[in-house]
């Protein structure tokens, strides 16, 4: 977006009917209205895409620097100008506009849905008596119908954001994963897990099985190994975005929520791993002993 | 209990090794899982054996462009042209050869992938077919509550280990052991 050429010299002599504002020459003989109007309806024709995407709802998520800056800018201007009481159903639209944004930054963002709502009501008057535009005609209703068709899309939208940058972790990942697979599977606290589950076999077959269950003892290592897994050095937790993730995040379940199951899914494949290496042992055990025939079951 | 126990007894000298021999089925169907790529290589190798006339080509080729280096292109045009025109004709009957080969090569390795897992598929299912109502290995009922009707199924027989439990308990430690290797 280019920067917004306000400086002393803003007023400039109307260019025609639709023409795009040229370098800021300086008009001493207007008035500081008709200066403002000028720098509003230069400023319409400048970012006029970004501006009507804004009224009827599309959020963007990039929302350039630049785009603040000029907005404060205009905001400080306008307060030094205009009265504050002005007040406009115009609000409410600035307010929609605020709550179909999206997750992206929410200090910023208000910063320039404040901005939003200034140049609204400023605008309001001005386009009024210019008659150029049809923004004031509309009528409430037709905006809240408009709000509540677009919402969807608006949502959608931001889901499909959120699956593309997904899809980019995922393809800028794949090269990694490819080269550090093996060392990043067998990590220090999983190898001291299963040599656990098999020394616990081991001991469960010698001593333990003729009084209780052996599964017993295999719940109580778990919980064991919860409490412990806090002092091993935590492998850097690589987020497995596969095909499945982005379908759950484009049908509308949160991002965090998809994580946190996956993170359980995986603590649930560790133990299993863990009662199979458990059970093998033991009976592994059990039947070594059979066979050396030192001891019957 | 004593009738409990005789059953157990009984049960566990009718299945005699066959953990044991579910145990080995799984480990070498994993290990040669592991290994199919070479063994399929080597099996293409044997199989194939255009591979010498593609080497006796290729020096063929080499020959001629030594010998072509060494004429003269405005004294003996006539010889290099001719020559030229015969490495040519080599090199595209080489790449034909090449081109079938591999193509040759990537069928050989699909139909000995496919083989493997049929093979492996008909060797679990027969294993299933024979373990369905006895069970691999028996333990005393008491030792697997509260879990024994899960491990003894589909056998049904109380502190039995069904096959398809211990298929999957191998199938996972067979797989950590040769994870190094894979």
């Known amino acids: 977006m280019e920067p917004d050429p306000l400086g002393d010299g803003v007023g400039t002599g109307r260019e025609g009917p639709g023409g795009v504002a040229g370098p800021s020459t300086t008009t001493p003989g207007l008035t500081a209205s008709q200066r403002r109007a000028e720098i509003r309806r230069r400023k319409l024709l400048m970012n006029s895409e970004e501006r009507i995407n804004r009224i009827m709802g599309f959020h963007r998520p990039k929302a350039d620097d630049d785009t603040h800056s000029e907005t404060k800018l205009q905001l400080e201007q306008d307060k030094s100008a205009i009265p504050a009481p002005s007040v406009s159903k115009r609000v409410v639209l600035g307010d929609t506009v605020c709550s179909l944004a999206g997750t992206a930054d929410h200090g910023s963002s208000a910063i320039e849905h404040k901005a939003e709502k200034k140049d609204l009501f400023n605008i309001a008057p001005e386009v009024g008596s210019d008659g150029t535009s049809e923004l004031r005609q509309r009528s409430r209703g037709d905006l809240m119908e408009q709000r509540t068709s677009q919402h969807g899309l608006d949502q959608y939208l931001s889901r499909f954001d959120e699956a593309m940058k997904l899809r980019n972790q995922l393809i800028s990942e794949k090269p990694s994963q490819e080269n550090g697979n093996a060392a990043e599977e067998f990590d220090s606290f999983r190898i001291f897990r299963l040599i656990g589950c098999a020394l616990l076999a081991m001991g469960v077959r010698a001593f333990v099985c003729k009084y209780l269950s052996i599964f017993a003892p295999f719940l109580t290592l778990q919980l064991a190994y919860m409490g412990l897994s806090k002092y091993f050095p935590k492998s850097e937790k690589k987020t497995k975005t596969t095909v499945l993730t982005a379908a759950l995040l484009l049908s509308g379940i949160p991002a965090e929520v998809i994580s946190r199951s996956m993170d359980t899914y995986s603590k649930m494949g560790d133990v299993f791993t863990d009662l199979c290496v458990y059970f093998f042992t033991f009976i592994f055990c059990h039947e070594l002993l059979l066979f050396f025939g030192s001891e019957a079951p | ?182």
Not at chain 2, 173 to 179: D, P
Request: with cysteine.
């Open chain 2, 1 to 182: 209990m004593s009738e409990l126990q005789v059953e157990a007894e009984t049960a566990a000298a009718t299945v005699g090794g066959a953990w044991l021999l579910v145990l080995s089925s799984v480990f070498l169907c994993n290990l040669l899982k592991i290994l199919l790529p070479s063994c399929s290589s080597i099996i293409s190798k044997l199989l194939q054996k255009d591979a010498e006339q593609e080497y006796q080509m290729r020096s063929e080729i080499q020959n001629m462009k030594q010998e072509l280096a060494t004429i003269s292109m405005m004294d003996e045009f006539a010889r290099y042209a001719r020559l030229e025109r015969k490495i040519n004709k080599m090199t595209d009957k080489l790449k034909t050869h090449v081109k079938t080969r591999t193509a040759q090569l990537a069928k050989i390795k699909w139909v000995i992938n496919i083989v493997f897992y049929i093979l492996q598929a008909a060797l679990m299912i027969s294993l299933i077919w024979k373990y369905y109502s006895e069970p691999v290995t028996v333990l005393p009922s008491k030792w697997l509550a509260p879990l024994e009707r899960l491990v003894a199924f589909p056998t049904g027989v109380a502190g039995g280990v069904g096959i398809t439990c211990w298929l999957v308990v191998c199938n996972k430690v067979v797989a950590i052991m040769l994870h190094p290797f894979s």
